[in-house]
């Protein structure tokens, strides 16, 4: 195999690598440099006898996000305030054509599953990923992390009850998610509290993901009231030069706030029946670093 040959297989299939470290990690920066480091791997293997290279590349990379994720537990660092994961703009495009799995992808990428994958070891986590949002069967899985079948099988059950557990059960309607961003946005930039608390639900909650490093609730807001009073009173302080930008972030759609020009924050929200059940607010400025204009 050639190193033209060698580098056009590995691009090939640097979009699904990329998804199964992000979804690993929740951190963008991690999940490109476990990406960076399968290639270094790929590079340098003997690739004659490798029959599979999506299966090859696919193992490289769950394993290497394994590591990862275990030195970051590790370490034990402490986050300032409420967590997020970076905010990953996801446009599926043509490329995957089917309703059912767009929605799967989406919705193993979505911040509130994310956010519950933290909680879980980082081989549970590997086994969710590849099961629930790549579709690999045990017997593969198995092989990719050295584990018995019904090993595998255990460490699926087990996390996909945790999940189901504590997943919030939201719509995943895009064009209602919108319509209902696209008035929150309204209402908060207005002041409006009337018209706020119209939009959310009695018990919403509010996650400003900031790290210490801008402003945002250090702790979860709950209730509409709070949530309303506290958008409210976020409006009325101002973003100097504010513009906006609707992308697709995390398989839903999803509100960029700019400030002459640069990211300032990102703005989700997720709904059911009609109402606003969660907001998400992400500032931290290393996680909007990755967002472009």
Request: net charge negative; charged share 30%.
């Amino acid at each position: 195999m050639t190193t033209d040959t060698a580098t056009d297989v590995f691009e090939e299939h640097r979009p699904v690598l990329l998804g199964v470290a992000y979804r690993m990690l929740g951190r963008l920066a991690d999940a490109e440099d476990v990406v960076q480091e399968a290639w270094l791997r790929w590079s340098g293997a003997d690739r004659d006898g490798v029959r599979e290279p999506r299966g090859y590349l696919v193992r490289v990379t769950t394993r290497l996000a394994i590591d990862r994720l275990r030195q970051i537990k590790s370490r034990g660092e402490t986050y300032v305030g409420p967590w997020l994961p970076e905010p990953y703009v996801t446009d599926f495009g043509d490329a995957v054509p089917d309703t059912a799995e767009r929605a799967v992808l989406a919705d193993s990428v979505s911040l509130a599953v994310l956010v519950v994958l933290e909680s879980l070891s980082p081989l549970e986590r590997a086994v969710f990923v590849l099961r629930e949002a790549f579709g690999y069967p045990y017997a593969e899985i198995a092989a990719m992390l050295d584990r018995t079948e019904a090993a595998v099988r255990q460490l699926a059950g087990r996390a996909r009850k945790h999940v189901d557990e504590r997943r919030p059960r939201y719509d995943v309607d895009p064009a209602e998610r919108r319509d209902l961003t696209e008035r929150f946005l309204a209402a908060a930039a207005d002041g409006d509290l009337e018209g706020l608390m119209s939009l959310l639900a009695p018990d919403v909650r509010l996650v400003g993901d900031s790290g210490g490093k801008s402003k945002a609730p250090l702790r979860v807001l709950e209730s509409a009231d709070k949530v309303a009073r506290f958008l409210v009173g976020a409006a009325r302080k101002g973003i100097a030069d504010l513009t906006y930008r609707f992308l697709e972030v995390n398989g839903g759609p999803a509100l960029l706030a700019l400030s002459g020009g640069k990211p300032d924050s990102v703005f989700q929200v997720d709904i059911a029946d009609g109402r606003i059940q969660s907001v998400y607010i992400v500032r931290n400025p290393d996680k909007l670093r990755s967002l472009t204009v």
